[in-house]
């Protein structure tokens, strides 16, 4: 336990100044929004498809007040519910896709790395095609039809960033099944007559799997950022389905005309705020793992200082 | 050693453009299983409301979704290797000439949105490296983040909400219609045009249409240089050379100009070949935040009438022009650093 405690804490304790800075800034910023996203129905004020409270009716655009504190849309809706509830529904989203990830991502890239042959090859110009391929258009194509088949829906949406993220984790996942295949205790365990499939299971997928939390963290700002813009072009959630803060902006942006900013701000400096967020914990954590950027934690040495210097040395400064 | 050199230059041309084939045949097969394969039926999907049952059967005929699926991939791996796209279901028009009539606003688009975000992005990636763990560089990364963080069309909303309105510049399309008539079209780059005709109000009138999508565009990717050129100019500045600038007393500030600022731009040169397909991504959400004329508004006009015809023709466009691009940049970059040929 005190283990675990200990890795979790490494990009703390190992960072010094400014890097740890970024980093406890970026886990505040999401830890504010995962609550946000957890407490949802006590925190809101209203629904988030909710037009009307106690027999009245809420105001079409309404300024900003202390019913409404950040206004109402102009579906009628509290923008200040929504953008909490939008919270919820990124959270979702984001944790569905790195599911759907890792259960589709991580059995092919170790079935893909442990096989090899004409299997790997073809799964890896596959899936390299998918990486090449521009990764909004790639999500738009997919929540294009999945939108057709299932609705707009949190699943469709997941689904769509799933494509987008699972060649990273198939390719990360089979490049150390490459090399964790070579170990000992996998000949080992191949010697006293495990088969491919418990060896895949039982041996593999534990070392194979710990490269998952990272990656899943480094691409969470940008799913987040994918998911507003599908959204925003309307490929995303319905807004009577789910508070989504790219849909929204989207109705907000006929409103910028008119002078009308608090149904557009609110929700953008949700997607802003969360994304730095997230974008701040992964440069923490880059600057903490990664050997090229890092620089550890200095004790000050203080050298006992000379007695006078030389004549000579004057001289030459 | 320049004889090895010019010798292995074209066999790794030559090499790079073969892979590309099999890549190039893939990403078709996949726009293809995505699209059509999958269930649904495309042509009630785009005329549905508009056509009787019997009509639908025909169009339906007459696109060939009637024959087997593999005749249908065939059809359309074929008709892109000649350049062929097909056509859109809802109004019937060939994709290219689509591409062609909303490439020019798109292409002009992008350019100007990359010159800001060269013109932005690398002096201040410069100064936060330089000047490491100090005010300026928290400031500055800050930025890049934050620059990366906003939504382009957040940033669009809020430039039309508090920008526009004071400096009196247009919110939508890429010049006004008067301009449109004036400029003889030549190149159908609506920019080069107007420079060409050298009708000084016609410029002036583009420029102002394009400056807010150009900086809404540009702030998307100015992040990654700004941080790609601090982490070069970091990396630089630990270089054993600069370190021997230094030993030979060369001053500071020559020693940060000649010895890390040039070399830290070196990588950048590659990188920024490779945004391309995050420009074009960007594009596809800053054209509707802006009415801008592009393939991007296209591209969502079409989603939005659930035109299978022209989202696919549109797409396999824009995967080849990535593809082609990786390609060429792979080339450049053997033909300026020699240790990229082998």
Known sequence: MRGVAARLLKPFTETAGLARWMLVAGVLLTAVFVVCAVFAPWLAPYGFAQTSSHGVAFPKLGHPSSQHWFGTDRLFFDVFSRVIWGARTALEVVLLSIFFCVAIGVPLGIASGYYGGWFDRILVL???????????????????????????????VSLSLTAVYIPQYFRVVRNTTLSAKQATYVEAARAIGASDGVIMRRYLFQNVIQSVPVLGTLNAADAILTLAGLGFLGLGIQSTDAAEWGHDLNRALADAGGGVWWTGLYPGLAIVLLVTGLTLVGEGLNETLNPTLRRRRLLPVVLPGRAASTPAEEEQS | MARAGSGSLPRYILQRILLVIPMIWVI??????????????????????????????????????????????????????????????????????????????????????????????IPLGLLAGRFRDSLPDVVIRLFGILSYAAPVFFVGFLLQLYVAGPLGLPTSGDATPITVFQVQPKTHILLLDALLSGNGAAIEDVLKHLVLPATTLGLLICGIFIRLVRVNMLQTMQADYVEAAEARGISGGKVTWRHGFRNALVPVITVVGLQFALLLGGAVLTEPTFNWPGIGSKL???????????????????????????????????????????
């Open chain 1, 126 to 156: 596959v899936m390299d095609a998918m990486y090449t391929f521009p990764s909004f258009l790639l999500a738009i194509v997919f929540s294009f039809l999945l939108t057709d088949v299932y609705g707009g829906s949190l699943v469709a």
């Open chain 2, 300 to 342: 969502v006009f079409y989603i939005n009438n659930r035109d299978y015809g022209a989202v696919q023709g549109i797409i396999t466009i824009f995967a080849l022009a990535v593809v082609l691009i990786s390609v060429l940049i792979d080339i450049v970059n053997a033909l300026i650093d020699p240790r990229v040929r082998f």
């Open chain 2, 28 to 121: 078709l097969t996949v726009v293809f299983i995505v699209l059509r394969v999958a269930p649904g039926d495309p042509v009630s999907a785009a005329l549905g409301g508009k056509l009787n049952a019997q009509a639908l059967e025909q169009r339906r005929e007459a696109l060939g979704f009637n024959r087997p699926l593999i005749a249908q991939y065939w059809d359309y791996v074929s008709s892109v290797v000649h350049l062929d796209f097909g056509t859109t279901f809802s109004d019937n028009q060939p994709v290219l000439r689509v591409v062609r009539d909303n490439g020019g606003a798109t292409l002009t688009l992008t350019f100007a949105a990359f010159v800001v975000a060269l013109l932005v992005g």
